[in-house]
């Protein structure tokens, strides 16, 4: 323990030497600053991928159709793939571990909806059920499309707070239950959602097969998706090769055949997108790491000036019985006092940074930049190793003077 009169020497040494010791305190001020501001920066980006990935199931495949660009048993290059409610049994059918499955149909024309006297055109999705997994749906009130709507081609649709305030300006009272009109066909409303993603608001969603009786007539669907429930990457990989294989036997593609049809897996996607940010925060710790050592090195180079200055006074206080280890403990802890302290100004610097700007900030893919605790630990620990490290060899020197010399020093 120090105690009072050692605390004053080492305050006294350091007013002694107030510009040498600011200098020195603002290289290790400013590599905690940076170290805290770049890790911040690094989680604000990451915060932003995540939540464009988090919009939809990262857990997920999605299969779209293509056109062949290989010849394949007779047939030419060029051919249309296209889908149908006979991919989608199957997917649900031969896919082992395939969750939530959901075939999709677009209408790209006449996507006019309408209430009362109040008109709007927003996207017209149709889907089933297992949408609301694939897409992260969060109902608000009623529910989402459920298998029966499926199965009995039910008029009813889901719609979102967005187009419920278009269409619902004077309401008052509960939406759900309420008749819209989809291109002049009355809809029963039985839920309204809300969506991470801003695009995913601007639309509604209706049961696929009632869409493929009023406006086509046909089995036809533009894309399916399923969930892979906690398969690993590896896992991922080969279900989304055994849906190629699958795809190809049905359609009369060849399976090497990549532009046939599209695979987004989403496993694998976001796997690759942890590793970059691990990577993007080691490069950081790294150039953190770097810039805190060059403060380092000054506190080193201080303190051996210091020990140089008080040669005398370390041989007299050896002289009157003062062991290697109280000279060690002193030349350290003032060490540490030092580096801890302006550290310290550059990590509480960094932070208020960082939620300074942070509400300021509004951008898709930079969310939130922030130093969370698992960094103020880290800085911590850094900070103290850091002090220990710049006074050790000062300490060993100041611990080897041998009194009898020190009292000769000039």
């Known amino acids: 323990m120090f105690d009072l009169d050692k605390w004053q020497e080492i305050l ?52 779209y159709r293509g056109q062949t660009s290989m010849p394949y048993k007779g047939l030419k290059p060029g051919r249309q793939v296209i889908f149908t409610n006979d991919d989608y049994e199957a997917t649900k059918r031969d896919i082992p571990g395939a969750e939530n499955v959901s075939s999709r149909f677009n209408i790209w024309w006449q996507k006019q909806l309408s209430y009362g006297n109040e008109y709007a055109t927003y996207d017209i999705i149709t889907v089933h059920p297992a949408t609301q997994e694939l ?43 309420k008749y819209i009109k989809i291109n002049n066909i009355p809809f029963l409303v039985v839920g309204i959602f809300e969506d991470g993603n801003e695009r995913d608001n601007d639309r509604v969603y209706i049961p696929i097969t009632t869409a493929q009786r009023i406006f086509t007539g046909g089995r036809e669907v533009h894309n399916l998706a399923f969930t ?32 046939a049809i599209f ?26 790491i770097g810039t805190i050592i060059a403060g380092i090195v000054g506190v080193s180079n201080i303190m051996i000036i210091l020990v140089k200055e008080r040669t005398k006074e370390i041989g007299v206080r050896k002289a009157i019985g003062a062991t290697p280890q109280s000279i060690v403990g002193l030349v350290l802890f003032e060490s540490i006092l030092i580096t801890s302290f302006a550290g310290y100004v ?7 940074v960082l939620e300074l700007i942070s509400p300021h900030l509004k951008s ?7 130093a969370d605790f698992r960094i103020a630990i880290s800085a911590t620990i850094l900070l103290i190793f850091s002090g220990a490290l710049a006074g050790f060899i000062p300490a060993r020197k100041a611990a080897a003077i041998k009194p009898i010399e020190a009292l000769r020093d000039e």
């Open 364 to 370: 898709d893919f930079f969310m939130h930049p922030s």
């Open 263 to 288: 695979i987004n897996n989403n496993v694998e996607n976001f796997k690759q997108f942890q590793n970059l940010f691990a990577g993007i925060n080691l490069f950081v710790w790294i150039i953190g």
């Open 135 to 177: 897409e992260n749906v969060t109902m608000i009130e009623g529910r989402f499309l459920n298998d029966i709507d499926i199965e009995k081609r039910r008029k009813v649709v889901a719609i979102s707070k967005v187009v419920q305030k278009a269409l619902f300006k004077n309401e008052k009272e509960s939406l759900v239950g």
């Open 346 to 352: 550059g990590l509480v610097l960094g932070v208020g």
């Open 12 to 63: 006294s040494t350091i007013k002694k030497n107030k510009l040498r010791t600011f200098l020195t305190g603002f290289s290790v001020s400013w590599g905690i600053f940076m170290l805290i501001i770049l890790l911040g920066s690094g989680n604000g980006l990451q915060n932003g991928v995540t939540s464009q990935f988090e919009q939809d199931a990262t857990n997920s495949i999605w299969i």
């Open 228 to 259: 892979t429930g906690s398969a690993t990457v590896e896992e991922s990989l080969e279900m989304a090769d055994k849906v190629r294989d699958e795809f190809s036997k049905r359609h009369n593609f060849d399976k090497e055949d990549q532009r």
